[in-house]
């Protein structure tokens, strides 16, 4: 059974002045209907540029792109750029980070929406600013014919986020990608954001892709989590399973470095040793056994491929599988306890 | 190859957070009424007539610290008797101490408008400016209109098609067009060009020029060279920041959102892009045009077009101090109004500027 959006092998290259980035490098990824799928990485480990390359948005001269991107039956790594034009947007659309520098300061919020219907539906100026009124009005902002002439400075962060995915959600499309849509807002804020998110997905049965380097937002929200790291993808699972039995060392890692409220506080937080590998140098076999507490031989010259592990648990890892799951769960039980 | 990239100035926001939320609504004749934009263009203006008061007192200053030529020896001529030379000066009240000539000549000003007689040859100034400025307003303007239609537009190609061929050709152009100087330009033109003394016999010369109420096609053709020549630097200037806007306005996230919704690049650059990288270079086209209203001095002197800026090139060499005065009062005027101009007219462009 095929999924609504699924990414195959997908690599991503550019070519720049100091070497080759190797931004994505093989790919494994599926989402449907009415389901969240959670990505979490650190900064650079291809999470944004397999979003952005999705969204046809990586084009560059300088790229090199492979693999396949299967949404609904058509390849979109092999659709010519007038015939992404009409997907992007219209049946994915996609949110960013930041919410002030990616709306055009210059331009009234309703305009912008208007201008997101129009370019894809014609219909006239009138319809689409009252479908605009109805998408702010949907997404939860207050007295929606004032606001739709307000200038995105006009509006608060949470607004302004709202906006944005009335813009994204007024086509109603099969996907919508979040691409970290909550790190530059409030906390309180953010809990409003993903269960707006949530709830659109229910009512309008989309799909979501969710960015993010939170796990929090991960076990909010997402139904299907995928690990990336380096451009890869080394941990997929269900959300039920990666909180019960994580078992990659580099999600142990995450896991440990949320700080704890409730525990006596530690001479200092816990992170992962070391820094994230260049893209253009990549260390030879598993991308992670730099910083990986259990490092083998085999995983300075091999590296891992992504390999069923247990019924709906996929991971990159040298590591016996027994061994994952009773560390793993070693890890959970420690962190809940 | 470096980037110029203007940051247009932005006036601080003293309105009020109140006022912030209720402006956006408003007209535009509802916001230039809106009482923090009267109270700030009030205020500007203010300024503005002490920065006149503080220029002409400048120049009444330099004139009498600096050396230059005693002008009552000028206007009596050679082989003068001191007694002839001591007349004079007193007529043109010289004699009394600087302080009395300068309250004398902001009394006139300021009561009658009246900026004084040239020591040279007894002409009213305020005459000689005005019969001069249309002429000085049709070099600047003409000059304008073809540096914004070249420099707009290359700047744009450029941008798109940065780092081709095309965009190293006509940056490299642009940047001989900066660095030549306007009195070299002028003459290779004339050289080329003119009627007169060009190799290529198209346009008028030095010299030719015939006011526009009586042939305008005279008018014209004495005017494309000096147009030419004065807008070459501005353009050159104009393409090199509108590029430069241009290519830094592309990498911003809002571009991305644009791409996002679908739109075609045509209409991401040309409405998303350009409406962001241009509106510093309307900020910059009013200040370099009222900067131009005051004359043109080396364009007007090459070509010898009775303007302004020729004007004041002659009076300094006559050591003509009212004329000088009321050239460079004129001169900053035009600057001054500029700027408070450019100023308002921000606040209409970018809706996050508040005064």
Known sequence: MSSLLEIHDLHVHFRTRDGVVRAVEGAELAVDRERTLGIVGESGSGKSVTALTVMGLTRFPNATISGEIMFDGTDLVKLPDNQMQSVRGKRIAMIFQDPLSSLHPLFKIGWQIVEAIRNHEKVSKKVARARTIEALREVGISSPEKRVDSYPHELSGGMRQRAMIAMALALKPDVLIADEPTTALDVTVQAQILDLIRRLKDDYQTAIVMITHDLGVIAELADEVAVMYAGRVMERTSRQKLFTVPELPYTWGLMRSIPRLDAPRPGRLNSIAGMPPSLIHLPSGCPFHPRCPYVMDVCLKIEPQLEQSEAGHMVACHLKPEERRRLGRELISQRSS | ?355
């Open chain 2, 1 to 355: 190859m470096s980037e110029v990239v203007e940051n247009a100035p932005r006036p601080d926001g003293s309105g009020g957070g109140s006022s912030r939320l209720l402006a956006a609504p408003l007209t535009f004749v509802g916001r230039l009424a809106s009482s923090s934009m009267l109270r700030y263009v009030v205020r500007r203006v203010l300024w503005g007539i002490l920065m006149l008061l503080i220029v002409s007192a400048l120049t009444f200053v330099v004139f009498y610290v600096l050396p230059s030529a005693d002008p009552a020896q000028l206007r009596a001529g050679k082989g003068a008797t001191p007694a002839r030379i001591a007349e004079i000066r007193h007529t043109l009240g010289l004699d009394r101490p600087v302080y009395d000539q300068y309250w004398l000549y902001m009394k006139r000003l300021v009561l009658h408008f009246d900026l004084g007689y040239s020591y040279h040859n007894e002409v009213s100034v305020r005459q000689e400016i005005f019969s001069r400025l249309p002429v000085t307003f049709s070099v600047a303007i003409g000059a304008f209109f073809i540096w914004i239609l070249v420099g707009i537009p290359v700047g744009v190609i450029s941008a798109i098609k940065r780092r081709s061929l095309l965009d190293r050709f006509t940056m490299g152009v642009s940047l001989a067009a900066i660095s030549a100087p306007v009195y070299w330009l002028g003459l290779i033109a004339l050289f080329l060009f003119s009627k007169d003394i060009g190799m290529f016999k198209l346009f008028g010369g030095s010299g030719s020029y015939t006011p526009f109420s009586q042939d305008p096609g005279a008018w014209f053709s004495s005017l494309v060279l000096p147009w030419c020549v004065l807008a070459a630097a501005f353009a050159a200037f104009y393409a090199r920041m509108v590029r430069g806007n241009l290519i830094e306005v592309m990498s911003e996230d809002y571009i991305r959102t644009a791409r996002a919704k679908g739109l075609s690049e045509r209409r991401v650059v040309f409405r998303h892009g350009l409406r962001a990288a241009l509106t510093p270079v309307v900020t910059m086209a009013g200040l370099d045009l009222g900067g131009l209203f005051g004359g043109a001095v080396l364009t007007e002197t090459v070509f010898n077009i009775p303007g302004v800026g020729r004007f004041a090139y002659q009076s300094i060499i006559d050591s003509d101090l009212p004329s000088i005065q009321g050239t460079v009062l004129f001169g900053a005027f035009f600057i001054i109004s500029a700027n408070l101009i450019v100023d308002v007219l921000y606040a209409f462009l970018d809706p996050r500027v508040r005064y």
